[in-house]
Nanobody, 124 residues
């Protein structure tokens, strides 16, 4: 049974960095698209970054130049490196996996598997 697990969240001051990890368990095939979403207090869940099996990436405008999504040497591990963090980056961050290739603007409906989330809190 496929499962997704995130880790690496925490509390940092503005300007700091964090690296989130997403581990895929039970996936016997290479996932077409893996993405990070976030949901801040009182906000809708939004897509932050995505990477497909060819290594192509998509980023939300709000994180371009600050966040980097990447694949680990193990095909079942993915990372989100977050630099120059801002208080508005405070949110629960979720990893999501799709059978289909990444599609900009597709939203949550593209994804078949979700993790439980990891909290990121950025203080000013």
């Amino acid at each position: 049974q496929e499962q997704v697990a995130e880790s690496g969240g925490g509390s940092v001051q503005a300007g700091g960095s964090l690296r989130l990890s997403c581990v895929l368990y039970g996936f016997t095939y290479s996932s077409a698209c893996v993405a990070w979403f976030r949901q801040g207090p009182g906000k809708e869940r939004e897509e932050v970054a995505a990477v497909d099996s060819d290594g192509n990436t998509i980023y939300a405008d709000s994180v371009k130049g600050r966040f980097t999504i990447s694949k680990g040497s193990d095909r079942n591990i993915f990372y989100l490196q977050m630099n120059s963090l801002k208080p508005e980056d405070t949110a629960m961050y979720y990893c999501a996996v799709s059978h289909k290739y990444c599609e900009e603007g597709a939203g949550q409906g593209l994804y078949n598997y979700w993790g439980q989330g990891t909290q990121v809190t950025v203080s000013s």
